[in-house]
């Protein structure tokens, strides 16, 4: 995946940047933090400049995320009512969340996109327990600023070291979504069952 996504940009440049990076947050299988230090990588050589470099970036993760959040908010709370019963889901864990969010769960908006799986969650889940729109916007695309910054400046400033450092990266950010998907879950997991 990781070379089709370099002739993407190499053959579409900031375009290809940004489309990727909308489709990488939407939850297909792009490599974004590669890509994002590839990109940087590619400022360090002059190939791509950085300012319209960020500025796709950071479009195409705000687009990627927002329409994630409008799936979320339309079909999202449709099917967690529809099915969420088999997993012991209803409105009142759909409000709670609703809740968290209003109190700190804001915050896995701006820094949940350096975790892998928890980027690609908390939209639909922000808009499935209707989070309002001003709210997720602040929090959301400050974050998807603050993540591509961090990356095409880690390629820019690691020059011919940052492909095999973003890969580093890439696989602790794996290790770590997974971490945090398995404590979550065993989380619900014992509190259902302490509800039962």
Known sequence: MKEVALQWVVHHGYAGI???????????PIPDEWLLTAAGYFVFNHTLRFIPTLTSAFLGSICGITLSYILGRTFGAYLILRWGGRFR????????????????GRWTLTFGYFV????HLTAYVAGAT?????????????????WSLTFIAAGYFLGEESQAIS???HNVSLVTGLIVATGLLTYMFVRKQRGA
């Open 130 to 146: 209707q989070v309002e729109i001003p709210i997720f916007a602040a929090f959301a695309y400050a974050g998807g600023f603050i």
């Open 167 to 169: 890969h580093v990266i």
């Open 116 to 119: 892998p799986g928890v980027r």
């Open 89 to 104: 889901i209803g409105q009142n864990d759909l409000d709670r969340v609703h809740d968290w969010f209003g109190r700190i």
């Open 18 to 28: 940004f489309s990727l990076l909308v489709l990488g947050v939407v939850g297909l």
